[in-house]
Every structure is written in C-alpha cells, then in structure tokens.
C-alpha cells in the first residue's frame, strides 16, 4: 500500500470518530463506526455489538428515575463535570471502550469460524493493539484514562482517545501482514475509494 493512501486512511477513521461522537455514539460505537466507516469490515448495524463496551462495560444508575441515556450523554459531551461519587450514575470502568471496538475489528477480519483454524493472526494483533494503546495513553482501563485524559480535555471529555483509538486500530490493520506472517494480505487501497459507511437514521434502522 502507498504511504500516502495508508495515512488517509489512518487519518480519515480519527476524523469519522468525533463524528459518530457528535451524532451521540460513546467510545466503542464512535471507534467501532469509525473503523468500519473506513475499512468497509461489515454492515454499519452491527455496531450494536460493542455498545456495552462503552464506559469501560456499561453502567448503573444509582436511582430507578434517573434518564440513563441522557446522564451518559452528559458526561460524554462534557457538560456534567461532577467528580464520579456525586454523579447520578456509577460507571464499570474497565477496559476502555476505543481500545475494546479495535480488538472486535480485528476479531470481525482476522478471527475463527471453526476450532481448528490459527489463532495467530488474531491473536498476535490484538497483543500488539494492547502493547501500542498503553504505550500512548499510559493507561487501558477507562477509569484511570477518564482521570488522566478528561480535566486535560477543553471540552473535558474523551475524544483524544476516540480519535487515537480509532487511528492506533486502523494503523495496525494495514499493517497486519507486515506484522504477522500468519495473517493474509488485503486490498485496503480499494477502501479509499468507496464511499464512507454511514449508520442509517434511527427512522429507518428500526427492527424488530
């Protein structure tokens, strides 16, 4: 793959990732949608399978009348800047939600149908996604990465890391078969040249 193809690529799924944020998607949908929108891996709606990844493996409200989306919303936008013992809501915290969204792509591209098929390939790049996001943000669990990386924010929330998630993931994706011998090599330079996956609006993603 040409250099410059690579990067716009690369580059591209940071830019999609504040997007899909600002449409209301929290990390692993924002990251997930990004990579997607940028390598083409599968259909848009199946977004659903990371949401619970988000807050680092959902959440709780501490009260059965609170809004719990729209308590979330706030938080993520930034809006609500309550320290996390007097929120209305009490995050899992774990394992940052970017970072789960790149190993599910990876999982999307490169895992097992059967038992008997290598796990190598898989594997290898999930490893390396681990070793890389830590080596930038210092941190994997959402907690700590809220604490470090949110008072940082101007707009005190998460996006840095939905935008290097996004780019860390895609990054090792093209990189795959450099990276691991076991993994088979991919035209990524025809998704340069389809048009970006988009999540359909709500009016018409609904399904029983």
């Not at 259909?43 to 308590?71: C, E, Q, W, Y």
């Not at 594997?123 to 990465?145: M, N, P």
């Not at 993931?169 to 691991?180: F, S």
Request: hydrophobic share 35%.
């Amino acid at each position: 793959m040409r250099k410059e193809i690579k990067q716009e690529l690369i580059d591209h799924a940071a830019v999609l990732a504040l997007e899909f944020r600002k449409k209301g998607f929290h990390c692993s949908e924002s990251v997930f949608s990004a990579i997607n929108g940028t390598l083409h891996i599968t259909d848009p709606s199946m977004v659903r399978i990371v949401t619970g990844f988000h807050g680092g493996g959902g959440s709780h409200r501490k009260d059965s009348n609170v809004d719990l989306t729209s308590a979330l919303e706030e938080l993520a936008n930034g809006r609500d800047r309550r320290p996390p013992e007097e929120l209305s809501i009490s995050i899992t915290g774990h394992l940052c939600g970017a970072l789960a969204a790149g190993i599910v792509c990876i999982g999307f591209l490169y895992g097992r149908r059967r038992p008997t098929e290598d796990l190598t390939c898989v594997d290898e790049l999930c490893y390396e996604l681990h070793r890389r996001f830590e080596a930038q943000f210092g941190e994997k669990s959402c907690k700590e990465l809220r604490k470090k990386y949110v008072p940082q924010s101007d707009h005190h929330t998460c996006e840095c890391i939905y935008q290097e998630g996004a780019r860390l993931a895609v990054q090792l994706i093209l990189e795959a078969p450099l990276l691991v011998d076991r993994c088979p090599k991919m035209n990524w330079e025809k998704a340069k040249m389809r048009p970006p996956l988009v999540i359909a609006e709500e009016k018409n993603a609904e399904k029983p």
